[in-house]
C-alpha cells in the first residue's frame, strides 16, 4: 500500500486529486479516492440539489432529473464564487438505485467536471424528501485563496498603504501600489471583490452570466477599460443596434420606431437641438458660469432653456437615467460636469461605436477587480471586513480598526467608498466640515435591475432592438444583454428615480411580478406570443448597505462650489479619496473608477518614494458632432459603474 504523508501536501496550491490506497489489495475504482484542498482556502458548501426546472417543475424520468441536478449544482457552486474544478467531494443519493441506471450518473458527472472528477460517493435510499425526487446531489469546494486573500491566523499588521474597499478603484489603487513596491492591504466589506460591479450566473441552463451593476465599456474613449480588458483576456460583445425599439410617453399611447429614431414633430425637433446643443457651449471651469448653474437645479435649467413641455419632460429623464435621480433634486452643474465627462452627450447615451455603451464583458464586469485582483500580494486582500475606524497620529500612523477586531497600521490611507458611505466610518480626527457637508450632502440615486432570462431571444426574431422606453414605469427602460456564444438570452430591465422608489416598497415576489407584467403588455404590442422566462434576477443597490445608491452619488445645488465640492478628491492629511464620482473624466463609469484609483495610488506613491509615476492617461476626445434630435433622444440606454 503507498502511504502518503500529510506533509506531502502541506504547501499544495491546488486540489489534489489522487487515489493513494491503490494496489493489488485496493485496486483503483476509475475516480479519485481522495482529494486535498490547497492549503489555503476557503470551504463553499452547497445544499442537495435536484431535479427541479426553475419554473419550479421536477422532472418526469431518473435521466433528466440527474441532468437537471447537476446543473443546478453547477449553479450553485459558481453562484458561492468557486469553480467546477473547485469542487472537492460530490455526494448523490438515489432512491430506489438500479445499476442499469449509473450510465446517466456518469454521463452527466463527466459533462459538469470534465477530467477534474471530484472525489465522489453515491448511497441509496428508500426515499428522499419528496416522492417524486428521484436523485440528490450535493457538493464540497474550496476556494484557493492563496493568491490574495490572508489567512485569518496571520493578519497583515503594518503595511504602506491600507485600500479600504475592493470595487474598480480600490484593486487599481492596490495594484499600482503593488508595481510601485509599496506593502499594502485592501479591505473589503463585502464577502466579494468588484462593488458595483457584480456579474450572476444567469439560470442553471449554462454558465452564461449577466451583470447586475455595470455592464458596458468601449475601446475608444474608454481606453483604460479596454486596454485592461485586453490585458486580462476577456471577450468584448458588440452591445445589439439593430430592430425597432417600442416608446411610452403615457399610459396607453406606446408605439415603435425604427431603432435610434423617435416621431418628434417638426417643431420640436428644432428646439430639442437648441436644448441639447446648448450643452456643448456650457463652460463649467467659468467660475460665473458655474456659480449660476450650481443655484438651480437641472429642472430649473431646462424650464429656462425651453417652454416645450415634452422637450421639457424629455430632458429631464436624463437625470433619472444616467443617475437615478430626478432633475429636480440635482444641480444642474453637476449633470453638466457629468456630460462633460461623459465626453459630451452624444457619446454618453450612445451603445455605437465610441459610445458608453458599445462593449460588453461576455464573463461579466466583475471579471476586471477579481482577475487584476489575483495579480496582488498573497495575503493582501481581506473580505467581509468592514472598516469602523480611522485614526491618524501626530507622528504620520495611521490605526485603522476593522468589525472582525483586526487591526492594521499604515502610512497612508486610500479610500475607496462612495460618498454617503463616509458617516459608516469613525475618523479621528474627525473629517473637516468640508468633507462632512460633502458626505451629509450627496445625493443617492435610485437604480435597480430586473433581468428576464429566456430560453430563446423571441424579441429579435420579431426584428426587435429589445430597447424599451417609457415614462410610466415600473421599468424605464430595457436593453438586450445576450451572450450568444454561451446561449444566455436576457433583456435587462432599469428601474430609476422616484418610479423606482416607489416600486422598492412591494415584496420582492411582486417587484417581479410588477416588471414582467410590464414587459408583456410592452412587448405585446408587437409580439404575439411571448414565453415565460426561465429565471427573473433582482439587484437594488439603494439596499445595499455599503454602497447605498446608484450608478453615482450627485449633489444638489450650492453643494458643488462650496468648499465642500471643491474637496471631492482632496486628501485629509493621509488619507486619500477615490472612487467613480471623485475623477473630472467619466464620472459614473467604470473607467472613471479605474482613472481614480490610479490618481489616488499615484498621490500616495509620491508622498512615500518621492517618485512621479507615470499616470498612463489617454485624453479624451470630446464629442464635437453637432446634435441630432433623433439620436439624442434615445438617451434612455445606460448602466455604469461604480467605485
Not at 435510499?125 to 486573500?149: M, Q, T
Amino acid at each position: 500500500m503507498t502511504l502518503f504523508l500529510a506533509s506531502d501536501f502541506a504547501n499544495t496550491s491546488e486540489v489534489k486529486r489522487t487515489s493513494p490506497f491503490a494496489s493489488e489489495a485496493f485496486p483503483s475504482q476509475g475516480y479519485p479516492q481522495v482529494t486535498i484542498s490547497p492549503s489555503h482556502s476557503r470551504t463553499v458548501t452547497t445544499s442537495g440539489q435536484f431535479g427541479i426546472d426553475l419554473s419550479g417543475q421536477i422532472a418526469s424520468s431518473f435521466a433528466q432529473q440527474v441532468k437537471l441536478s447537476f446543473r443546478n449544482l453547477a449553479a450553485a457552486v459558481i453562484s458561492g464564487g468557486a469553480r467546477l474544478e473547485d469542487v472537492l467531494k460530490v455526494t448523490m443519493y438515489v432512491v430506489d438505485y438500479d445499476p442499469s441506471n449509473i450510465s446517466s450518473v456518469t454521463e452527466a458527472m463527466a459533462a459538469t467536471f470534465g477530467s477534474k472528477i471530484p472525489a465522489n460517493t453515491l448511497i441509496g435510499v428508500a426515499r428522499l424528501f419528496k416522492p417524486e425526487v428521484l436523485f440528490e446531489i450535493d457538493a464540497i469546494a474550496v476556494l484557493n485563496e492563496e493568491s490574495n486573500e490572508s489567512s485569518p491566523s496571520e493578519p497583515i499588521k503594518s503595511v504602506d498603504v491600507v485600500i479600504v474597499g475592493a470595487g474598480m478603484s480600490g484593486v487599481q489603487a492596490a495594484y499600482e501600489c503593488h508595481k510601485a513596491g509599496l506593502s499594502y492591504v485592501l479591505l473589503e466589506a463585502h464577502d466579494r471583490i468588484g462593488g458595483r460591479a457584480r456579474s450572476e450566473v444567469a439560470s442553471n441552463l449554462g454558465s452564461g452570466v449577466v451583470d447586475m451593476g455595470a455592464a458596458w465599456i468601449n475601446d475608444t474613449s474608454q481606453s483604460e477599460m479596454y486596454k485592461l480588458s485586453q490585458d486580462l483576456g476577456l471577450d468584448l460583445i458588440t452591445q445589439r443596434a439593430e430592430g425597432a425599439e417600442i416608446w411610452e410617453y403615457k399610459e396607453g399611447n406606446a408605439f415603435s420606431a425604427p431603432y435610434g429614431e423617435i416621431a418628434v414633430s417638426e417643431t420640436q425637433a428644432p428646439e430639442v437641438e437648441k436644448v441639447f446643443g446648448a450643452l456643448y457651449a456650457v463652460n463649467p471651469s467659468d467660475e460665473r458660469v458655474a456659480a449660476d448653474l450650481d443655484s438651480l437645479t437641472f429642472s430649473q435649467y431646462i424650464e429656462c432653456t425651453t417652454d416645450d413641455a415634452t422637450v421639457r419632460d424629455l430632458a429631464k429623464m436624463i437625470s433619472r437615467a444616467l443617475m437615478g435621480i430626478e432633475a429636480e433634486v440635482v444641480s444642474a452643474l453637476w449633470l453638466v460636469r457629468f456630460i462633460k465627462a461623459g465626453t459630451g452627450i452624444e457619446n454618453l447615451i450612445s451603445d455605437l461605436k465610441d459610445g458608453a455603451q458599445y462593449q460588453r464583458i461576455r464573463q461579466g464586469m466583475s471579471a476586471f477587480p477579481q482577475r487584476l485582483a489575483q495579480r496582488l500580494r498573497p495575503g493582501s486582500v481581506r473580505l467581509s471586513t468592514p472598516v469602523t475606524k480611522v485614526t491618524q497620529s501626530s507622528s504620520g500612523t495611521c490605526r485603522v480598526e476593522t468589525f472582525s477586531g483586526l487591526t492594521f497600521t499604515s502610512k497612508k490611507v486610500i479610500l475607496s467608498a462612495p460618498t454617503p458611505v463616509y458617516h459608516k466610518i469613525q475618523f479621528e480626527p474627525p473629517l473637516p466640515a468640508s468633507k462632512l457637508l460633502l458626505s451629509n450632502s450627496t445625493l443617492t440615486g435610485y437604480y435597480s435591475k430586473l433581468i428576464f432570462v429566456f430560453s430563446k431571444p423571441w424579441w429579435r426574431e420579431s426584428r426587435l432592438s429589445g430597447i424599451m422606453n417609457t415614462t410610466v414605469g415600473p421599468i424605464s427602460f430595457t436593453r438586450d444583454t445576450c451572450s450568444e456564444e454561451d446561449e444566455q438570452y436576457s433583456l435587462t430591465g432599469f428601474i430609476v428615480g422616484a418610479i423606482g422608489h416607489k416600486w422598492s416598497l412591494e415584496t420582492r415576489e411582486e417587484r417581479k411580478r410588477l416588471g414582467w407584467e410590464q414587459l408583456k403588455k410592452m412587448y405585446g404590442l408587437v409580439v404575439s406570443s411571448i414565453p415565460e422566462p426561465i429565471n427573473i434576477l433582482e439587484k437594488e443597490w439603494i439596499k445595499d448597505p455599503w454602497v447605498m445608491g446608484g450608478s453615482c452619488p450627485g449633489m444638489p445645488p450650492g453643494v458643488l462650489t462650496s468648499d465642500a465640492g471643491r474637496s471631492l478628491a482632496a486628501p485629509h492629511q493621509d488619507i486619500h479619496f477615490v472612487g467613480s464620482e471623485t475623477g473630472a473624466e467619466w464620472t459614473g463609469f467604470i473607467e472613471g473608477a479605474l482613472r481614480s484609483g490610479r490618481r489616488g495610488a499615484n498621490e500616495v506613491i509620491t508622498a512615500l518614494t518621492m517618485r512621479y509615476p507615470s499616470t498612463d492617461k489617454t485624453p479624451l476626445p470630446i464629442s464635437k458632432k453637432k446634435v441630432s434630435p433623433y439620436k439624442m433622444l434615445n438617451f434612455t440606454r445606460t448602466m455604469h459603474g461604480q467605485n
